[in-house]
Structure formats: C-alpha cells, structure tokens
C-alpha cells in the first residue's frame, strides 16, 4: 500500500512540473490562451521560369538561386521556385517541361508564336476573373494602359497574357562616318540613288587618309542588311489599296541595289560569313567602314561603339542619319516595341491567387526599382536630376547588377518617365556622354516619327500567329528563297536578279504560299480595325 501511495506521489509532482513548464513557457511568449500570439503564416509556394543566358557569374550562384532569388523570397508574398529555360532554346524546353506536367505556374517567354501555340493546346489559365478578385496593383495597371488588355485578350475574348508598357523608343541605328562625308565633301544622302555615291566615294577616295586602298563604303551583315531592307520596305507582306498583299516588286528592288554594291566591290565580300555583324563592327570601330548599323545603336551599345571609335581616331566622329528614301518611300528602321506581352499562367497551376499575388508584388515600384537597379544606398543613389545613380564600381556593377534583366519582365519602365531613358544614366559634364545625348536626340529625331513609319505592317510581336500548317510552309520556303537571292546578290552576271526573283516566286508558289497569302489578306480585312498595327505604336511616343 505504502509503494501505492508513493508511486502516485512521484507521479503528481511530474505532473505539477509538466504544468508549470507549461505556464511559464506561455507566460514567456504572451497568453496564449487569449490568442495573441500565433505562428507565422506559411508562404504559399508558387515556381516561375526565368531565361537562362549563362551570364551569372560563378561566385554569385545560378539563374535559380542568387542573389536577387534570394532578395524574392524574402520580399515576395510567395516563396518562388525558379526553373531556368535556356534563352535560344526556350521552346523546346517548355515543351519538355509541359509533356511531364511540371512547368512553371508563371511562364515568361517573348515570342508570341509559341504564347499563342500554348493557348490553342489549353495550356494558359484566362486571368479576367483572377485580376478582378486578387489584383490591385496590375489592375489598376490595366485601367490605366487599356492597350494592355486589348493586346493580351485572345480569340475567346478572355485576357490571357500580363504585358508590360515599354513606350517607343529607337532600336536599329544606322550610323554614318559624319568625319568622312566631310572630308570628301558630301551631305547625309537623302535618297538611295545619293547613298550610293557616297557608299562609292568611302571606297574608293580614301576618306581616311593613309593612302591605301583599305576601306569599304557600306556593310550587307547582320542589322545593316536588315536596315537595308527597311530602305526598300523590302519585308514580305506590304498594304496597297487597303489590301496587304505579297510583294515581290520591294525585294527586287533591294536585292539590285545590294548586288550592284557586291558587284562593284563596295563591301565586304565575306558578308555571308559576318552573321552576328561583328566583323563590320570592327571595321566600323577601327576606321575602315563608313555606314554601320547597330542593335540598341541609342542605347548603350552605341556609346560602347562611339568609345571603342574614340580611343581608336580621336578625331572620328559618327551620326545616326534617317533611311534614304527609295522608290517606294522614305521609311525607319526597326524600332522597339512599345507594349510588350510576356508572362502568361499555366492553366494546371495549383494556387492561381498565390500568382497573382506575386505579379502585383512584381509590378510594384519598388520592386521594379530594386531588380532593376539594386539595393537602394547600396548600389544606387538619386542623383541630381532625380533618377538612380549607381554608386559602385564596374567591377562590382557587372559582377552584382548585369545580368539582372530577365527579373523585369514585367516592368513597366515607362511609368518612371524620364528616368527610364538611358540617357538618364549619362553625365553631360563628360564630354564623350555629352556628345551621346546629342546622338541619341538626332536617333529619336529620325526614328519615331510617323512621316517616315517603319517598313513593317506593326511589330513582328504584334503580328498574327499562323496556323501551324501554314508556319511550316513559311519555314520551308523562306530558307530556299533567302538562298536564292543570296546567290542572285555573290554570283555576278550569271545568275541575275530577275530569274532570282521568279525562281523565289516559283517556290514560294510550289510550297503552297499562296494559302498564307490569302490567310494574311483575309486576316487584314477582318482585324485592321482593332490589331495593334504601326499607327498605334506611334501614339505611344510620350508614354
């Protein structure tokens, strides 16, 4: 009996210390009992993709887990898994990741073709009901940029893409050796008859100098053969009459124009072999090319050629100059697209609010300041005309800071008015910055007005996705017939640019284009109306 009353004894003051544990545990961290202390809630966990360019430095991690990864899931109202798709091979990936049903739930890919390939395969969540419910901040944005819905809504009338507002500004550039055409006495050609003549001066009548026959006037490579084409509106699918037809007459012309400059000796004969165009932009930079045509040319990689060009003649100097006009108008080159759609939800999401959430955190200001710029004090500053001024070295600059661009598709950069300019980011007080703000007011001058339009009928993203029967036929036909007139441009008279033409006409026709010429016509006729063509950009110019 004793042993009885003992063992209850020792077992009641182990429950007595039990509870007093207990109390003085809740004492320590409030009263539980009344409810103010409650654990912290879970982040709901959500993954995106994001474009793997191989530009992380090795110290800094990977695309999937950085720095600015990091500074997301601190941050974000989400924990964030990012999957990385490689950048040029972006489709085949999706694709993989769609077959074994784990893509992302917010998908990020530029091309059109293939945001519209996973539409019609059911593969996209509409967003209409989504943004109502969840959304504040990207849908005040949409009330504010209507254009936004009415380029991201698909055939069933249902929103389906998030888009950001970009505003127009220059892309492809053609600069001109503005110290040449003063030394053999030229203005800036006006026409395309007048650029050649100057093109065959800077050849032959050494604008440089050293008395050696080691310059050429003009380059067929990369984007100064693009510029070319724009010269002529030498790009397929033209309007006439209120009809877009396939024209033949534009890519004639142009095709003469680049062969005569062959045949005469004016370029590069290797043009075929500069596919990136970094051979003519060596040239260009090292004073044995007279016109040059750059990618981003009133942005920072024209500052870089302008540098790179100073170092080399302190004396040279380049300008951007307007096309030549041709003998069928004066047009621009490409420009960039001023509202760009290009993140989508995957249909098969599991936490659709917990995306949207994560956008309008993506969308904010100051999110969009921070992987944009950095860590405020720490990388960046507001400088004296009020935009972000970095605040540490170029080391530290590419090594922390470049490749923080496809963290941004959703930034609307235009909403930061000036500042979203690169020539916010120049210091007029240096005279080589100086002088490329000037270079980029003469670009915007040239490039965004709408009496010399761009070649294109609107914004290769804003174009409509072929079915993928008729894809397959421009596919096809279009490698034969840029052989073709590649040929007709390197083989002298033997092959002439008349018979090139028909023999690109005959494939065109034997592979069955005229199904995507009647498609594009009758797509003209039904959508004029309300697509978002080249009129539209131009209304965006002070946005």
Same mark, same amino acid.
């Given at each position: 009996?004793?042993?009885?009353?003992?063992?209850?004894?020792?077992?009641?003051?182990?429950?007595?210390? &039990?509870?007093?544990?207990?109390?003085?545990?809740?004492?320590?961290?409030?009263?539980?009992?009344?409810?103010?202390?409650?654990? @912290?809630?879970? *982040?709901?966990?959500?993954?995106?993709?994001?474009?793997?360019?191989?530009?992380?430095?090795?110290?800094?991690?990977?695309?999937?887990?950085?720095?600015?990864?990091?500074?997301?899931?601190?941050?974000? @109202?989400?924990?964030?898994?990012?999957?990385?798709?490689?950048?040029?091979?972006?489709?085949?990936?999706?694709?993989?990741? $769609?077959?074994?049903?784990?893509?992302?739930?917010?998908? $990020?890919?530029? +091309?059109?073709?293939?945001?519209?390939?996973?539409?019609?395969?059911?593969?996209?969540?509409?967003?209409?009901?989504?943004?109502?419910?969840?959304?504040?901040?990207?849908?005040?944005?949409?009330?504010?940029?209507?254009?936004?819905?009415? %380029?991201?809504?698909?055939?069933?009338?249902?929103?389906?893409?998030? =888009?950001?507002?970009?505003?127009?500004?220059?892309?492809?550039?053609?600069?001109?050796?503005?110290?040449?055409? *003063?030394?053999?006495?030229?203005?800036?050609?006006?026409?395309?008859?007048?650029?050649?003549?100057?093109?065959?001066?800077?050849?032959?009548?050494?604008?440089?100098?050293?008395?050696?026959?080691?310059?050429?006037?003009?380059?067929?490579?990369?984007?100064?053969?693009?510029?070319?084409?724009?010269?002529?509106?030498?790009?397929? !699918?033209?309007?006439?009459?209120?009809?877009?037809?396939?024209?033949?007459?534009?890519?004639?012309?142009?095709?003469? $124009? *680049?062969? *005569?400059?062959?045949?005469?000796?004016?370029?590069?004969?290797?043009?075929?072999?500069?596919?990136?165009?970094?051979?003519?932009?060596? +040239?260009?930079?090292?004073?044995?090319?007279?016109?040059?045509? &750059?990618?981003?040319?009133?942005?920072?990689?024209?500052?870089?050629?302008?540098?790179?060009?100073?170092?080399?003649?302190? #004396?040279?100097?380049?300008? @951007?100059?307007?096309?030549?006009?041709?003998?069928?108008?004066?047009?621009?080159?490409?420009?960039?697209? @001023?509202?760009?759609?290009?993140?989508?939800?995957?249909?098969?999401?599991?936490?659709?609010?917990?995306?949207?959430?994560?956008?309008?955190?993506?969308?904010?200001?100051?999110?969009?300041?921070?992987?944009?710029?950095?860590?405020?004090?720490?990388? !960046?500053?507001?400088?004296?005309?009020?935009?972000?001024?970095?605040?540490?070295?170029?080391?530290?600059?590419?090594?922390?800071?470049?490749?923080?661009?496809? $963290?941004?598709?959703?930034?609307?950069?235009?909403?930061?008015?000036?500042?979203? +300019?690169?020539?916010?980011?120049?210091?007029?007080?240096?005279?080589?910055?100086?002088?490329?703000? =000037?270079?980029?007011?003469?670009?915007?001058?040239?490039?965004?007005?709408?009496?010399?339009? %761009?070649?294109?009928?609107?914004?290769?993203?804003?174009?409509?996705?072929?079915?993928?029967?008729?894809?397959?036929?421009?596919?096809?036909?279009?490698?034969?017939?840029?052989?073709? %007139?590649?040929?007709?441009?390197?083989?002298?008279?033997?092959?002439?640019?008349?018979?090139?033409?028909?023999?690109?006409?005959?494939?065109?026709?034997?592979?069955?284009?005229?199904?995507?010429?009647? !498609?594009?016509?009758?797509?003209?006729?039904? #959508?004029?109306?309300?697509?978002?063509?080249?009129?539209?950009?131009?209304?965006?110019?002070?946005?």
């Amino acid at each position: 009996m004793n042993n009885k009353v003992k063992a209850l004894s020792i077992a009641a003051t182990a429950m007595l210390s &039990v509870l007093i544990a207990a109390g003085c545990s809740s004492n320590s961290s409030g009263n539980n009992m009344k409810g103010d202390s409650k654990e @912290p809630a879970k *982040k709901p966990v959500i993954s995106q993709s994001i474009y793997d360019r191989g530009t992380v430095p090795p110290d800094e991690g990977t695309i999937e887990k950085n720095r600015w990864t990091d500074w997301i899931n601190e941050n974000a @109202p989400a924990t964030v898994r990012f999957t990385a798709i490689p950048r040029w091979e972006s489709q085949a990936k999706f694709n993989t990741l $769609f077959a074994s049903t784990s893509a992302p739930d917010l998908i $990020f890919e530029f +091309d059109t073709n293939y945001r519209n390939q996973l539409y019609n395969q059911k593969q996209l969540m509409p967003l209409d009901d989504l943004i109502a419910k969840h959304s504040t901040v990207y849908k005040k944005q949409l009330e504010q940029n209507p254009v936004l819905k009415k %380029i991201g809504t698909k055939p069933d009338g249902k929103l389906y893409e998030f =888009g950001r507002i970009v505003g127009l500004s220059t892309n492809h550039v053609l600069y001109v050796r503005a110290d040449w055409l *003063k030394e053999l006495n030229f203005e800036v050609p006006k026409t395309t008859d007048d650029l050649y003549k100057v093109i065959k001066a800077f050849t032959e009548q050494d604008p440089d100098n050293n008395g050696k026959n080691d310059t050429f006037g003009y380059s067929l490579s990369f984007v100064t053969g693009y510029i070319t084409d724009s010269m002529f509106q030498n790009v397929a !699918w033209v309007v006439e009459d209120g009809k877009l037809i396939h024209d033949w007459d534009r890519s004639k012309a142009a095709t003469a $124009f *680049k062969k *005569k400059l062959y045949d005469e000796g004016l370029i590069d004969k290797d043009f075929l072999a500069d596919k990136n165009g970094e051979k003519a932009k060596q +040239d260009f930079i090292n004073g044995k090319l007279g016109f040059y045509g &750059v990618n981003g040319g009133g942005g920072a990689p024209g500052l870089q050629i302008l540098e790179a060009m100073r170092k080399n003649d302190p #004396n040279s100097q380049m300008i @951007p100059i307007e096309l030549p006009q041709s003998p069928f108008g004066q047009f621009s080159p490409v420009i960039q697209n @001023p509202v760009q759609m290009t993140a989508v939800i995957n249909a098969s999401a599991k936490d659709p609010r917990a995306v949207m959430k994560y956008v309008d955190f993506l969308v904010s200001e100051p999110t969009q300041k921070t992987l944009s710029k950095g860590i405020e004090g720490t990388h !960046w500053k507001n400088g004296a005309n009020g935009c972000p001024e970095v605040i540490v070295d170029e080391a530290r600059q590419k090594k922390e800071l470049s490749w923080m661009g496809d $963290f941004i598709l959703l930034n609307s950069s235009a909403t930061w008015g000036k500042c979203a +300019d690169f020539a916010s980011t120049l210091d007029p007080s240096k005279p080589l910055e100086k002088e490329f703000l =000037g270079i980029i007011d003469m670009a915007k001058k040239a490039y965004l007005d709408p009496v010399r339009p %761009i070649a294109e009928l609107t914004s290769s993203e804003h174009m409509p996705t072929l079915p993928q029967d008729l894809q397959l036929i421009v596919t096809n036909a279009n490698k034969t017939i840029a052989d073709t %007139i590649n040929k007709a441009i390197v083989s002298g008279a033997s092959y002439t640019v008349e018979q090139a033409i028909e023999d690109a006409k005959s494939t065109w026709e034997k592979s069955g284009g005229k199904q995507v010429d009647d !498609w594009y016509a009758k797509w003209y006729v039904e #959508n004029k109306d309300k697509a978002f063509l080249k009129e539209d950009m131009y209304k965006m110019r002070n946005q």
